[in-house]
């Protein structure tokens, strides 16, 4: 039995209000999965990432879904902001060249 935090009043575990004051519970999200990724994992998530443009695509699906691991999200957006960060030093190396050419 859910207990509401308003009025205090006893509902169902299934309700998504309460039935005497009407204040909505809280969605419950579906918990994250934190514990670490398995060598096998890791190993097909290496190998997805070694394939020419299906690791960008990759990359951003992991990076930014809001299921699935959090170790694998975080390292594909920690290897995307990497990217970026290089590409925009390459941009400028590039055009600082060129000026100066």
Same mark, same amino acid.
């Given at each position: 039995?859910?207990?509401?935090?308003?009025?205090?009043?006893?509902?169902?575990?299934?309700?998504?209000?309460?039935?005497?004051?009407?204040?909505?519970?809280?969605?419950?999200?579906?918990?994250?999965?934190?514990?670490?990724? #398995?060598?096998?994992? $890791?190993? %097909?998530?290496? *190998? =997805?990432?070694?394939?020419?443009?299906?690791? @960008?695509?990759?990359?951003?699906?992991?990076?930014?879904?809001?299921?699935?691991?959090?170790?694998?999200?975080?390292?594909?957006? #920690?290897?995307?902001? $990497?990217? %970026?960060?290089? *590409? =925009?030093?390459?941009?400028?190396?590039?055009? @600082?060249?060129?000026?100066?050419?």
């Amino acid at each position: 039995m859910k207990r509401c935090s308003y009025c205090g009043r006893e509902n169902d575990d299934a309700a998504v209000r309460c039935v005497e004051c009407g204040t909505d519970y809280p969605i419950e999200r579906e918990q994250e999965q934190t514990s670490p990724l #398995a060598l096998r994992d $890791w190993m %097909l998530t290496l *190998l =997805v990432l070694a394939i020419p443009i299906v690791n @960008v695509i990759m990359y951003v699906v992991w990076a930014f879904s809001r299921s699935g691991n959090v170790n694998r999200r975080n390292f594909c957006m #920690a290897s995307l902001i $990497w990217i %970026l960060i290089i *590409l =925009v030093i390459g941009l400028i190396v590039g055009v @600082v060249s060129a000026v100066l050419k």
